[in-house]
T-cell receptor
Framework: GQNIDQPTEMTATEGAIVQINCTYQ??????LFWYQQHAGEAPTFLSY??LDGLEEKGRFSSFLSRSKGYSYLLLKELQMKDSASYLC??????????WGAGTKLIIKP | NAGVTQTPKFRILKIGQSMTLQCTQD?????MYWYRQDPGMGLKLIYY???????DKGEVPNGYNVSRSTTEDFPLRLELAAPSQTSVYFC???????????FGQGTRLTVV
């Protein structure tokens, strides 16, 4: 079967750095997405990786290793507004998007 | 710029009733999707469309129907509502498969 694994919940301190991991087992691979979802709101796009390596976008970076079936989202200089769920999604060989259950990130002052 | 608009935001249905969840996008996107999101679970694709007149089943299509008569609109129809359809429903659109999807604000549906 196809599976996306993310930690259920993480806690970090304002101003710190946090890394949210995502491992996947899918039938083929055609790209990996990270989305942010605040409670009660719609998911919003953060990043897209299709090749191995690090993609940096401001305070957020996303890393991909296709051989390991692994990605992480790195958030720097954490702010209270970063408290949200972070969703990892992988597009498989049929171009279907498989979603993880999300990681709830709690930021403490 | 409206983006993706879903209506209604909240709805309570009785078992066996039917309803249509509306979704409209003004970005001229070819791809549109309907997802459901249940607590502790990843988003599940119900139906999707790659253009006007074309629809395809996703992972969990049973109990739902869709149509795509125009590029802008992608309504989701629930026939004979069941408690298992209690969920948050999101409509999304995108330019193509490997680009970001833009989501509507969601419809919280409760079937009692």
């Amino acid at each position: 079967g196809q599976n996306i694994d993310q930690p259920t919940e993480m806690t970090a301190t304002e101003g710190a750095i946090v890394q949210i991991n995502c491992t996947y087992q899918t039938s083929g691979f055609n790209g990996l997405f990270w989305y942010q979802q605040h409670a009660g709101e719609a998911p919003t796009f953060l990043s897209y990786n299709v090749l191995d390596g690090l993609e940096e976008k401001g305070r957020f970076s996303s890393f991909l290793s296709r051989s390991k079936g692994y990605s992480y989202l790195l958030l720097k200089e954490l702010q209270m507004k970063d408290s949200a769920s972070y969703l990892c999604a992988v597009r498989d060989s049929n171009y279907q998007l498989i979603w993880g259950a999300g990681t709830k990130l709690i930021i403490k002052p | 710029n409206a983006g993706v608009t879903q209506t209604p935001k909240f709805r309570i249905l009785k078992i066996g009733q039917s309803m249509t969840l509306q979704c409209t996008q003004d970005m001229n996107h070819n791809y549109m999707y309907w997802y459901r999101q249940d607590p502790g679970m990843g988003l599940k694709l119900i139906y999707y469309s790659v253009g006007a007149g074309i629809t395809d089943k996703g992972e969990v299509p049973n109990g739902y129907n869709v149509s795509r008569s125009t590029t802008e609109d992608f309504p989701l129809r629930l026939e004979l509502a069941a408690p298992s359809q209690t969920s948050v429903y999101f409509c999304a659109s995108g330019i193509q498969e490997n680009t970001e999807a833009f989501f509507g604000q969601g419809t919280r549906l409760t079937v009692v």
